[in-house]
């Protein structure tokens, strides 16, 4: 959230409790959504510190809440919206380079440092921009513009391609995963709201 920020593009990473709807923040300078790996463990992107170049790149970071304590897992790394697979014991997350976007996975083994070793799955070079990742099932999703609106794709990891699943003159993104079908956001009402896609068919869950 940019919550106690004085702009959209500063954004820290808080925890919301239901039963009292308060929020904690517990890590500044935080960049899309972090993903859970279990019970007490989140991974997210962090902008870090510069570099004895004076660059400043999107690093995965671990925070444990048991501990209370946030490692740094990449360094020079250009990651961004981290996700876990449990059943693979997988992360992927996207890498921007060139001004294009690439999927890239690691076997994640005990989530430290040295066990992370990111291979790239796409080997895009047309200036693709790709920007949330989600595990539905054992597919990987991801939204992402290619010239003109922002749509979701289905990755074919052992091809590298991508299958596109909406290709409406609206824009279509953040998708997630529910047993009922593929939730997701669309402005064709003139604003974003809540998409359930199941089965070709697509119904609105908000209309504000």
């Known amino acids: 959230s940019n919550q106690e920020n004085d702009y959209f593009g500063q954004t820290d990473l808080f925890v919301y409790t239901f039963s009292d709807s308060t929020s904690e923040k517990i890590v500044g ?19 870090s510190k510069p570099n004895k170049w004076g660059s400043k790149f999107f690093d995965l970071y671990r925070y444990d809440f048991r501990e ?11 990651l961004i919206s981290p996700v876990y697979l449990e059943a693979s014991n997988q992360i992927a997350a996207i890498n921007s380079y060139d001004g294009t976007s690439n999927i890239m996975i690691s076997e994640a083994v005990d ?3 040295d066990s992370l070793h990111f291979q790239s799955v796409t080997q895009f070079d047309n200036g ?3 920007l949330s990742l989600a595990w539905i099932k054992d597919d990987l999703y991801v939204d992402g513009v290619y010239h003109q609106g922002r749509q979701i794709y289905r990755v074919d990891i052992p091809a590298g391609a991508l299958k596109s699943m909406t290709s409406t ?8 995963e529910t047993t009922e079908g593929l939730i997701y956001t ?14 070709g068919q697509e119904n609105y869950i908000t209309n504000v």
């Open 29 to 47: 300078g935080v960049h899309t959504a972090p993903t859970w790996v279990n019970d007490s463990t989140i991974i997210y992107t962090k902008r």
């Open 68 to 78: 209370e304590e946030e490692q740094r897992l990449t360094y020079g790394s250009r």
């Open 111 to 113: 989530i430290t440092q």
């Open 128 to 130: 693709m921009q790709l």
């Open 169 to 176: 003159r609206w824009e279509n993104r953040d998708q997630n």
């Open 186 to 199: 669309s402005d064709k009402s003139g604003i974003f709201n809540l998409v359930i896609q199941n089965n």
